[in-house]
């Protein structure tokens, strides 16, 4: 009969799981790991202890470390002024040599490649990476992007939480660009912080010309905004915040802006929200410890990005979530499913179908490669000449306030440098920037200005925040101040 059939299958399907899942299982007795790939089960390498797990062997001879003469980026140093490494990044010499070696050992072999030796390295970069962030290593997950984390994210949730009165997401109006249209897509009920539009207009006492300047001077203004937000949408609606999705950067890409995840967070739970944190911008570019700097018991989900500020091939990030029930719910399925969806957390990230992981297999090499560099001093290094670099800029544009960095939010940088590292916006000569109610800019404007700069061979992103035109300035450790100095000057050209 049908039934019988049926329960055959199931019988089938449970003994298959048991087998692909058994941790006595010995290689050689059948297949371990997801599919029918001829490698370890990548679940039982991930939970191992350091004392027990094999490091896999590199299965080629490498020529990382022989170009020690390099330079340590690729970039056309020679020829371009590049203060846009938070755009999409700068691969470090030592990763793209990796990276190429995975990709020539695939093609001399594929399927040694994908069957034998790709999912236990994957795994080698996963432990790595939870190691380095110290996180628990049940919770990481690698990605090709954050872009593919939050769609799995928003798309879960709203499986998960599809009645219409309990399902919302709670954004910023800084969010990233793509970040808004996913929820709006996801979800019916997405809710905007208005901090750009209202809080970042608020400006220091003093300043004469009040309705010019921007400024944000310390985190508490987002907890203002939140604060204002929840106070305001329930009055308005009776809204209830249990269980509805939170999202927040931690650094903005058209602002800058660091925002305060543990505080914005620890708030967000009080209301029983569900906390995640785009951290496209976050990782090595900020201290993401997860026993230190980043609390774990606020944060539910953060995802991240390695071919920004770690300097990875394009093609790596990864999401890290320390609740279990989340990991088996709203983290249940990837936005692509393929063979891992039911072998666990990481299995089910793990392989999307056949594509170039070469960027994810050579993420051990970066990070070797900033452990013997110190993350903290280079970060310590990145901040210091962003600082510098600005006052360079300062000197050019705004003279009166370059030697007082404490006066320059509002008046030279859109925030208080304790809300801008390693990227700033500091605003264009008063000639050409604009202001928020007289003579205001618009992106037209803001695009006009970067082709010029383009065109001189200066890549830095201009932006039109209220009406008012900034640079935005990242600082790798690839940067020095000439560059700064050489983006004030042509900017002054265009302003005549």
Known sequence: SFSS????????????????????????????????????????????????????TLPFETMVGDDVESPPFMLDKKNWTFLNHGAFGGSLRCTYTRAEEWRRYLEAQPLRFFDRDLLPHLVYSARRLADFVK??????????????????????YTREYQHPKTSKILLWDISYGSVKK??????????????????????????????SNLAIEDEDMFLTALEDTLTSVSSDNDANWENTLFLMDHTTSNTALNLPINRLSRRAKEAGMITVVDGAHGLFAQDIDFSKTLDASVIDIYISNGHKWLCCPRGVAFMYCPRKELRETILRQPAVISH????????????????????????????????????????????SKLVDGIRIIAEHWYPQYADDDECWAGNVTLGSMSLHSPMALVKLPPAICGSLLRSKKTSTDAKRIQDFLYNNNIEAPIKCINGVLFVRLSCHIHNDLKEFDRLAKAVLEYSE
């Open 182 to 211: 996913m929820a709006r897509t996801y979800c019916k009920n997405v809710i905007e912080i208005p901090f750009q539009s209202e809080y970042a207009c608020m400006v220091r006492e003093g300043v004469k010309e009040r309705e």
């Open 5 to 56: 059939r049926l329960n055959v299958k199931r019988l089938c399907f449970f003994f298959r799981r048991r087998l692909s899942s058994d941790y006595s299982i010995h290689k050689g007795s059948g297949y371990q790991s997801i599919g029918s790939f001829h490698s370890e089960n990548v679940e039982n390498l991930m939970k191992q202890s350091s004392e027990k797990y094999v490091l896999p």
């Open 135 to 156: 996180a628990d290593r049940h919770g990481i997950a690698l990605l090709p992007n954050v872009t593919t984390g939050l769609n799995a994210v928003l798309a879960g």
């Open 340 to 383: 891992g969806v039911d072998d666990g957390y990481l299995s089910r990230f793990l392989w999307d179908g056949c594509r170039d992981y070469a960027a994810q297999l050579s993420l051990p090499v970066a990070l070797d490669y900033w452990e013997r560099a110190d993350p903290s001093l280079m970060r310590t290094w990145m901040n």
